[in-house]
């Protein structure tokens, strides 16, 4: 989902769109052809990126804080978008 919708998680709301991903999901879900299962685990997949982006906001050094970021990993590849 955070993949797919590429919302800016760094300089956004505390939130950073949590709030809104179940609701984004059903969206998404719609248009992909997901399942129930499919859109809890993008929700929680996005939830676990924030909060690892969240943590690593917190780190002392650019070292640890990028170790922190990806520490939520891509569930699925990314898919190259036509055009840009």
């Known amino acids: 989902m955070f993949r797919e919708i590429h919302l800016p998680i760094i300089g ?3 939130d950073r769109g949590v709030a809104a991903a ?3 999901a059903d969206l998404m879900a719609d248009i992909l052809g997901w399942d129930q ?14 909060a690892a982006e969240r943590k690593s906001q917190t780190e002392p050094d ?5 170790a922190a970021r990806l520490g939520a990993p891509e569930i699925r590849p990314p898919v190259p978008i036509r055009g840009l």
């Open 12 to 14: 956004s709301p505390m």
């Open 22 to 24: 179940p609701k984004v």
């Open 37 to 50: 299962a499919e859109k809890k685990r993008e929700v929680d997949a996005y939830i676990g990126r924030v």
């Open 62 to 66: 650019d070292d640890t804080a990028e």
